[in-house]
């Protein structure tokens, strides 16, 4: 059974950074597929960004495009994503997850879920 640990989350005011990682343990990390996602209270779970097994692939939501970045060490079994230049919206409960298949946005077709990170930034 894959197990994932979200950690970094915080509070920052705007204009500021965070770096989350993603701790995977009970499978072959290079097998899957991450991604990370977010969610707000009364909302669905929003997709944020999305690599490849080897990380030669990467993909985001428009709405972090350009301050967030996603990378994985799979020596250390970890995929982060840095936050730059946050915004009041970012603030959400972060998740990470792991697919075994490509590139995908809709969380219902990930296999393996964190417990969240959250992120609160001020204005």
């Known amino acids: 059974q894959v197990q994932l640990v979200e950690s970094g989350g915080g509070s920052v005011q705007a204009g500021g950074s965070l770096r989350l990682s993603c701790a995977a343990s009970?499978?072959?990390?290079?097998?899957?597929?991450m991604g990370w996602f977010r969610q707000v209270p009364g909302k669905e779970r929003d997709w944020v960004a999305y690599?490849?097994?080897?990380?030669?692939?990467?993909y985001y939501a428009d709405s972090v495009k350009g301050r967030f970045t996603i990378s994985r060490d799979n020596a250390k079994n970890t995929v982060y994503l840095q936050m730059n230049s946050l915004k009041p919206e970012d603030t959400a409960v972060y998740y990470c997850?792991?697919?075994?298949?490509?590139?995908?946005?809709?969380?219902?077709?990930?296999?393996?879920w964190g417990q969240g990170t959250q992120v609160t930034v001020s204005a």
């Open positions: 690599i490849s097994w080897r990380g030669q692939s990467t």
């Open positions: 997850a792991a697919r075994y298949s490509g590139f995908d946005f809709r969380s219902q077709d990930y296999n393996y």
């Open positions: 009970g499978g072959t990390f290079s097998d899957f597929a």
